[in-house]
């Protein structure tokens, strides 16, 4: 890598640049980290070209084209934004050596690590064509060997079949000896162009050398269309793995699963990469850009830095400069980023009804079928789990987003398990639970990391959206077209999902001090109900105050918003006029406030009937205030209660106490269900599809409802 030159940006979005990692005919890649301390690759334009729309809005259609892999084995897209002058994308950092640098290094890979790169190339190729996409470019500098095997990076040319390639006029459109026959005769390119690149990589990294050859490219490229493979340094055990992938009809050619398959990688070939002297180098380069990282963060003046203080003086003595890092990084111990290789891979095209034409497109909500309802009769049996482990104890409430429930992680972070079968979709390690979640219409999930900066996911996914630095300390609300938050100075804001911005600040009617307030959307208002019990509504077009309510209960419960009109829990059940908190009608709890607790718990709408706690006994409302039901009594219920949840034909009750969870029939006529659960800390449950997924402790599981 090298370091900055006097045109180079010293600030790309939330990314402070350290160096140059590569540049290319179009573009150029800098080394970055964020207020985080995550690295980044962060491409950008040729300033050249930065003014050219057409580029432009290829640009970052390529951003788009890389996001829809989601497959562990590429480089994840982190960014993307159009600044004036100069549009930039963010992929995350692969710290280690490319395939063609490693053998350089080291030689040829022993058959062992060979079978393993195989199968896990293979694999990502084939998530790759599932996304729609044809690479299009696979060789040796473009996989990257990392503690968690090889990665495929480098999309500057990959599309979708029927897309357009960019390139510019002249250019040789495939890697010489790496690129299919029908790439080199400019026929039409499918998957399987992609296996014949597959094959010449694994041969190179078998026998050390390319398997074709020639005094010029011409040379080597009439080798590709009419020749065979020179797999003489390939040892015996693996040609059959390589050269049936260099059939000259793309037909003739093994699927990346059958590859994949073939290769027979040894049980936990994962250790591979963790021992040797290609993992001494690995480890080698993930501390350096560690440390790389932490310059990078000191080089940005801290807000409030004494007169006195400068960076010298906060740096350990000991710590290398940041010239000698880079330095290192350019040298054997360089890193190796995505996209680095040539400088080119985020400049593919996009195209094609399946890829999103900016970063603020989101792919179709993913569906999953309903659950069959199960008996009323006994005790249920979980659809899956109890999954023991999987979550923070503290996790807010589930969130269920279609087809994934989303919870605080053990460890930390953010987590999403298939609703269908309780298995990992995937995590985001950098949000901060306690911010609390959000779903924006069924198909992004907010968070916010421990820096305040606002982040997206597509819920089915994980694949990476767009952000916002808002200060968010707490998600409150969002909808379709705005998210909004609580920052940590105390204020609201409204944050458009269009474009990342922020469309209004202002400080609440009523503050919002203490843990994280609850808050519901709906009606045109915004309604919070602080720690205090007091509740505070603003009008979601400009944060404007709509009305107040002091000391409606006795902690943060959640409101609910049904029919223009806004209903309370606490010290009384109240009704009450959205637009301008108007009372309609409130209700005395059957049994007298108790000191230090409240009557009734937060409630629940369905159906057009109310539903909430009162006491220990679950009682259901018309929206006028007449009773729809006679109450039903439930056992081990203590405040703070939880909204009950309403799942096909019946009322699920979270229980405090070593009970568990209860379901009620919706008619109020009929037996109680009961799972039962210890350890009643940190339990919460909610429901969609036909499911009740429960938090209990740091355990999730999934139950049948009637």
């Given at each position: 890598?090298?370091?900055?030159?006097?045109?180079?940006?010293?600030?790309?979005?939330?990314?402070?640049?350290?160096?140059?990692?590569?540049?290319?005919?179009?573009?150029?890649?800098?080394?970055?980290?964020d207020a985080a301390g995550q690295a980044a690759a962060v491409k950008v334009l040729l300033p050249e070209l930065a003014h050219d729309g057409h580029l432009v809005d290829r640009f970052v259609r390529e951003a788009q084209t890389a996001r829809a892999v989601t497959s562990p084995g590429v480089a994840?897209?982190?960014?993307?934004?159009?600044?004036?002058?100069?549009?930039?994308?963010?992929?995350?950092?692969?710290?280690?050596?490319?395939?063609?640098?490693?053998?350089?290094?080291?030689?040829?890979?022993?058959?062992?690590?060979?079978?393993?790169?195989?199968?896990?190339?293979?694999?990502?190729?084939?998530?790759?064509?599932?996304?729609?996409?044809i690479h299009r470019d696979l060789k040796p500098s473009n996989v990257v060997l990392t503690r968690g095997g090889p990665h495929i990076i480098d999309f500057g040319i990959a599309r979708p079949e029927h897309g357009l390639t960019l390139t510019r006029t002249g250019q040789i459109p495939v890697t010489?000896?790496?690129?299919?026959?029908?790439?080199?005769?400019?026929?039409?390119?499918?998957?399987?162009?992609?296996?014949?690149?597959?094959?010449?990589?694994?041969?190179?990294?078998?026998?050390?050398?390319?398997?074709?050859?020639?005094?010029?490219?011409?040379?080597?490229?009439?080798?590709?269309?009419?020749?065979?493979?020179?797999?003489?340094?390939?040892?015996?055990?693996?040609?059959?793995?390589?050269?049936?992938?260099?059939?000259?009809?793309?037909?003739?050619?093994?699927?990346?699963?059958?590859?994949?398959?073939?290769?027979?990688?040894?049980?936990?070939?994962?250790?591979?990469?963790?021992?040797?002297?290609?993992?001494?180098?690995?480890?080698?380069?993930?501390?350096?850009?560690?440390?790389?990282?932490?310059?990078?963060?000191?080089?940005?003046?801290?807000?409030?830095?004494?007169?006195?203080?400068?960076?010298?003086?906060?740096?350990?003595?000991?710590?290398?400069?940041?010239?000698?890092?880079?330095?290192?990084?350019?040298?054997?111990?360089?890193?190796?980023?995505?996209?680095?290789?040539?400088?080119?891979?985020?400049?593919?095209?996009?195209?094609?009804?399946?890829?999103?034409?900016?970063?603020?497109?989101?792919?179709?909500?993913?569906?999953?079928?309903?659950?069959?309802?199960?008996?009323?009769?006994?005790?249920?049996?979980?659809?899956?789990?109890?999954?023991?482990?999987?979550?923070?104890?503290?996790?807010?409430?589930?969130?269920?987003?279609?087809?994934?429930?989303?919870?605080?992680?053990?460890?930390?972070?953010?987590?999403?398990?298939?609703?269908?079968?309780?298995?990992?979709?995937?995590?985001?390690?950098?949000?901060?639970?306690?911010?609390?979640?959000?779903?924006?219409?069924?198909?992004?999930?907010?968070?916010?990391?421990?820096?305040?900066?606002?982040?997206?996911?597509?819920?089915?996914?994980?694949?990476?959206?767009?952000?916002?630095?808002?200060?968010?300390?707490?998600?409150?609300?969002?909808?379709?077209?705005?998210?909004?938050?609580?920052?940590?100075?105390?204020?609201?804001?409204?944050?458009?999902?269009?474009?990342?911005?922020?469309?209004?600040?202002?400080?609440?009617?009523?503050?919002?001090?203490?843990?994280?307030?609850?808050?519901?959307?709906?009606?045109?208002?915004?309604?919070?109900?602080?720690?205090?019990?007091?509740?505070?509504?603003?009008?979601?077009?400009?944060?404007?105050?709509?009305?107040?309510?002091?000391?409606?209960?006795?902690?943060?419960?959640?409101?609910?918003?049904?029919?223009?009109?806004?209903?309370?829990?606490?010290?009384?059940?109240?009704?009450?006029?959205?637009?301008?908190?108007?009372?309609?009608?409130?209700?005395?709890?059957?049994?007298?406030?108790?000191?230090?607790?409240?009557?009734?718990?937060?409630?629940?709408?369905?159906?057009?009937?109310?539903?909430?706690?009162?006491?220990?006994?679950?009682?259901?409302?018309?929206?006028?205030?007449?009773?729809?039901?006679?109450?039903?009594?439930?056992?081990?219920?203590?405040?703070?209660?939880?909204?009950?949840?309403?799942?096909?034909?019946?009322?699920?009750?979270?229980?405090?106490?070593?009970?568990?969870?209860?379901?009620?029939?919706?008619?109020?006529?009929?037996?109680?269900?009961?799972?039962?659960?210890?350890?009643?800390?940190?339990?919460?449950?909610?429901?969609?599809?036909?499911?009740?997924?429960?938090?209990?402790?740091?355990?999730?599981?999934?139950?049948?409802?009637?």
């Amino acid at each position: 890598m090298k370091p900055l030159g006097p045109q180079d940006p010293l600030r790309l979005g939330p990314y402070r640049v350290a160096g140059v990692l590569g540049e290319g005919g179009m573009g150029k890649v800098y080394f970055g980290r964020d207020a985080a301390g995550q690295a980044a690759a962060v491409k950008v334009l040729l300033p050249e070209l930065a003014h050219d729309g057409h580029l432009v809005d290829r640009f970052v259609r390529e951003a788009q084209t890389a996001r829809a892999v989601t497959s562990p084995g590429v480089a994840r897209v982190l960014g993307a934004q159009l600044e004036p002058g100069r549009p930039w994308i963010a992929s995350e950092f692969l710290a280690g050596p490319t395939l063609d640098d490693a053998v350089q290094r080291h030689g040829p890979l022993g058959e062992a690590l060979l079978r393993e790169t195989a199968r896990s190339l293979a694999v990502t190729l084939g998530d790759i064509h599932a996304a729609g996409l044809i690479h299009r470019d696979l060789k040796p500098s473009n996989v990257v060997l990392t503690r968690g095997g090889p990665h495929i990076i480098d999309f500057g040319i990959a599309r979708p079949e029927h897309g357009l390639t960019l390139t510019r006029t002249g250019q040789i459109p495939v890697t010489p000896g790496y690129g299919a026959p029908e790439q080199v005769l400019g026929q039409r390119v499918g998957p399987a162009a992609d296996v014949f690149s597959l094959g010449a990589v694994l041969a190179f990294a078998a026998g050390g050398r390319p398997v074709y050859s020639g005094a010029e490219v011409a040379a080597v490229l009439y080798e590709v269309v009419h020749g065979a493979p020179d797999l003489t340094l390939v040892p015996g055990p693996l040609r059959y793995l390589v050269e049936p992938c260099f059939a000259k009809e793309p037909g003739a050619r093994p699927l990346p699963g059958q590859v994949a398959e073939a290769a027979r990688a040894p049980h936990r070939a994962e250790r591979l990469w963790k021992s040797g002297p290609l993992a001494d180098e690995i480890r080698e380069r993930e501390a350096a850009a560690r440390r790389l990282a932490g310059e990078a963060g000191r080089a940005a003046p801290p807000p409030r830095r004494a007169p006195d203080a400068t960076p010298d003086t906060a740096r350990p003595a000991a710590r290398p400069s940041r010239r000698r890092l880079l330095r290192a990084m350019a040298g054997g111990g360089a890193l190796v980023a995505a996209g680095a290789g040539g400088a080119a891979w985020w400049l593919s095209e996009g195209g094609g009804a399946s890829v999103p034409t900016d970063p603020f497109d989101v792919p179709p909500a993913a569906r999953v079928r309903p659950a069959e309802p199960g008996s009323d009769t006994g005790t249920p049996d979980p659809l899956w789990g109890p999954l023991d482990g999987v979550a923070d104890a503290g996790s807010p409430p589930p969130l269920p987003v279609r087809d994934v429930v989303v919870f605080a992680a053990a460890g930390g972070g953010v987590a999403a398990r298939g609703a269908g079968d309780g298995k990992e979709r995937w995590r985001a390690d950098d949000a901060h639970a306690d911010a609390g979640y959000l779903s924006i219409a069924g198909r992004l999930v907010a968070t916010a990391d421990a820096d305040g900066v606002l982040r997206t996911y597509v819920a089915s996914t994980g694949a990476a959206r767009w952000t916002a630095d808002v200060g968010a300390s707490a998600l409150l609300a969002a909808d379709a077209d705005h998210v909004y938050v609580l920052t940590s100075d105390g204020a609201l804001r409204c944050v458009a999902t269009a474009d990342a911005r922020v469309r209004w600040t202002h400080r609440p009617p009523s503050a919002l001090s203490g843990r994280r307030p609850a808050a519901a959307l709906g009606s045109g208002v915004l309604v919070v109900c602080a720690d205090s019990g007091d509740v505070a509504a603003v009008r979601t077009r400009d944060g404007a105050e709509a009305w107040v309510r002091k000391g409606q209960a006795a902690a943060a419960l959640p409101p609910a918003i049904d029919g223009g009109t806004v209903f309370l829990g606490g010290h009384t059940l109240a009704a009450l006029r959205a637009g301008d908190g108007e009372e309609l009608w409130s209700q005395e709890p059957m049994r007298p406030v108790r000191q230090g607790a409240y009557g009734f718990g937060p409630p629940s709408v369905a159906g057009g009937t109310v539903f909430v706690l009162d006491g220990d006994a679950l009682r259901s409302l018309r929206p006028n205030g007449d009773q729809a039901g006679d109450p039903a009594m439930v056992a081990g219920v203590t405040p703070p209660w939880q909204p009950p949840v309403v799942q096909a034909g019946s009322v699920w009750v979270v229980e405090s106490r070593d009970t568990g969870v209860s379901g009620l029939p919706r008619t109020g006529r009929g037996t109680t269900q009961t799972y039962p659960l210890t350890g009643g800390q940190g339990r919460s449950a909610a429901g969609e599809g036909n499911r009740l997924f429960v938090l209990n402790a740091g355990t999730l599981l999934a139950l049948p409802v009637f």
